[in-house]
């Protein structure tokens, strides 16, 4: 079994930044795939970014430039840094491992979540 936990949430103004981590621990896993997804009340979990096994990064379009992905493979840890946070980021942001070691913006591509960590910014 493999556990995922997020952490870094917070309430922070617009304009500031924020990291989140994600820890995986459990089972082994060799050259995972990771993503960071995020869900607003009424909304749809949206894919934020992904990293795969040979650290190649996806983002979604409209947040690349803003927020960062990156993983310590050795301690297994995955990070997402945001920068220039403004209040549509508000949302509960899930970390999600995909054993296959991809990066697909697909939620149901990935077999271990996160209870998440909530990010809330205000104007």
């Known amino acids: 079994q493999v556990q995922v936990v997020e952490s870094g949430g917070g309430l922070v103004q617009a304009g500031e930044s924020l990291r989140l981590s994600c820890a995986v621990s459990?089972?082994?896993?060799?050259?995972?795939?990771a993503a960071w997804f995020r869900q607003s009340p009424g909304k749809e979990r949206e894919f934020v970014a992904g990293?795969?096994?040979?650290?190649?990064?996806k983002y979604a379009r409209l947040l690349q430039g803003r927020f960062t992905i990156s993983r310590d493979g050795a301690k297994k840890m995955v990070f997402l840094q945001m920068d220039n946070l403004a209040p549509e980021d508000t949302a509960t942001y899930y970390c999600?491992?995909?054993?296959?070691?991809?990066?697909?913006?697909?939620?149901?591509?990935?077999?271990?979540w996160g209870q998440g960590t909530r990010v809330s910014v205000s104007s």
């Open positions: 459990g089972r082994p896993l060799r050259d995972y795939g």
């Open positions: 990293i795969d096994w040979s650290a190649e990064t």
């Open positions: 999600a491992i995909d054993p296959a070691g991809n990066k697909a913006p697909f939620a149901n591509r990935y077999a271990y």
